[in-house]
Structures are given as structure tokens and as C-alpha cells.
T-cell receptor, first 116, second 115 residues
Framework: AQKITQTQPGMFVQEKEAVTLDCTYD???????LFWYKQPSSGEMIFLIY??????QNATEGRYSLNFQKARKSANLVISASQLGDSAMYFC?????????????FGSGTKLNVKP | DAMVIQNPRYQVTQFGKPVTLSCSQT?????MYWYQQKSSQAPKLLFH???????NEADTPDNFQSRRPNTSFCFLDIRSPGLGDAAMYLC??????????????FGPGTRLLVL
């Protein structure tokens, strides 16, 4: 089974509107971390936001928030007030356990296009 | 600023000609990763080091090798590049265990073109 599933290959959003990028995950571990990365056309992977499995509050970082629904195993990224510079590929990822040598599992990504 | 550096940013090589990509970090992180990423796909982990302990993914071709001479540097060697090895190669690092999962810090990547 896929560890991380992103079901939206591409999305369009109007500038200044909010957009939700979907991510579901599969793990039997109690401890895990969920991450979102942005990858512009230049190729660099930019870390956006992190949610720990034990965190009770949804993570927020500026215009980014993570809608964490543990029972449903979903970790959707919400971008508020979209900007043209938000056009990029977005990857959801998971690391199981507490050890930093454990591998990351990446989803297949969602390509977001922000329209002026 | 502490960072992950990859050189070169663009590399052109010939079919079958060995090529080495380099990664350096000033973060003093224990873990270093090499990923291969093809167009519009997720990064695919090739291998990673925890300190000097090398961990190869089961499906990484033998054509790909890696060296980590010290904490700061890590190299990806492609012994005989094929056309299918043309991709973006991303280096990433993670700090030592902190009791919670930490993000990976990525370098800007090296785009490899095989002629």
C-alpha cells in the first residue's frame, strides 16, 4: 500500500483565494511526522510545515496551515490568500518513528497553478 | 548562513562516462541523503548515511555509488551513466535524533543531462 497518497495531480486557484491540497497517509506507527514541501521550477525543495503525530493543535506557519485529522489519516495543506509565487509542485511526506535516519516517504505531488 | 550546497547545479555528461556529483553541508548534520527525481515525479531515495554507516535502498542500481569522507561532504558517483539516469539529483540532511521527527534540509539539486 502507498504510504502517502496525493490524489490531485494538478490544481488551479485564483490569486488571493484559499486552496486545500489533499494528503492521506498510511502507517501503523504511533510516532510519526508529516511534512509539506514546495518545489518551484528551479528544483529546490523548500520545507513549509510540519505536524507531529502527538501534536494536538494543527500546525500553522504564516499563510500555511495543516489540517490534521488523525482518525482519518489525512494531513491536508491549506494555503490562504494564494499568491502568484505559490505556483509550484507540492509534496506531502511522512517519516515514521522518532529516529532521523528513518526514510521519508513522499507522495506523488500536486502541481498548483495560481491564476492572476 | 548554514546550508546544503550542491555542485555543480547543471552537469552534462556523455553516455557511459563516469560522473561525480558533490554535496556539502555546514549544518553538521549526522544524516545525509541522495535522491533521484525525474520530471514531475516524487524524489526517489537512492541511499543515505547515518554518520559513516551507509544504507543502500534495495532497488538502487549498482551503477550508483556514494562516498562520505567526512561529516560535511557526500559524493554521488554514477559509474556508467545511461540516458535513463538523466534527472535532478537532490542531496538532503537531517540532524541527530532530537526525540521528534525532523525535517530534511535540501540542497538546490544538480540537473544531470546524459548525451
Amino acid at each position: 500500500a502507498q504510504k502517502i497518497t496525493q490524489t490531485q495531480p494538478g490544481m488551479f486557484v485564483q490569486e488571493k483565494e484559499a486552496v486545500t491540497l489533499d494528503c492521506t497517509y498510511d502507517t501503523s506507527d504511533q510516532s510519526y511526522g508529516l511534512f509539506w514541501y514546495k518545489q518551484p521550477s528551479s528544483g529546490e525543495m523548500i520545507f513549509l510545515i510540519y505536524q507531529g503525530s502527538y501534536d494536538e493543535q494543527n500546525a500553522t506557519e504564516g499563510r500555511y496551515s495543516l489540517n490534521f485529522q488523525k482518525a482519518r489519516k489525512s494531513a491536508n495543506l491549506v494555503i490562504s490568500a494564494s499568491q502568484l509565487g505559490d505556483s509550484a509542485m507540492y509534496f506531502c511526506a511522512m517519516r515514521e518513528g522518532l529516529y532521523n535516519f528513518n526514510k521519508f516517504y513522499f507522495g506523488s505531488g500536486t502541481k498548483l497553478n495560481v491564476k492572476p | 548562513d548554514a546550508m546544503v550546497i550542491q555542485n555543480p547545479r547543471y552537469q552534462v555528461t556523455q553516455f557511459g562516462k563516469p560522473v561525480t556529483l558533490s554535496c556539502s553541508q555546514t549544518l553538521n548534520h549526522n544524516v545525509m541523503y541522495w535522491y533521484q527525481q525525474k520530471s514531475s515525479q516524487a524524489p526517489k531515495l537512492l541511499f543515505h548515511y547515518y554518520d559513516k554507516d551507509f544504507n543502500n535502498e534495495a532497488d538502487t542500481p549498482d551503477n550508483f555509488q556514494s562516498r562520505r569522507p567526512n561529516t560535511s561532504f557526500c559524493f554521488l558517483d554514477i559509474r556508467s551513466p545511461g540516458l535513463g539516469d538523466a534527472a535532478m539529483y537532490l542531496c538532503a540532511t537531517s540532524p541527530r535524533n532530537s526525540g521528534r521527527p525532523e525535517t530534511q534540509y535540501f540542497g538546490p539539486g544538480t540537473r544531470l543531462l546524459v548525451l
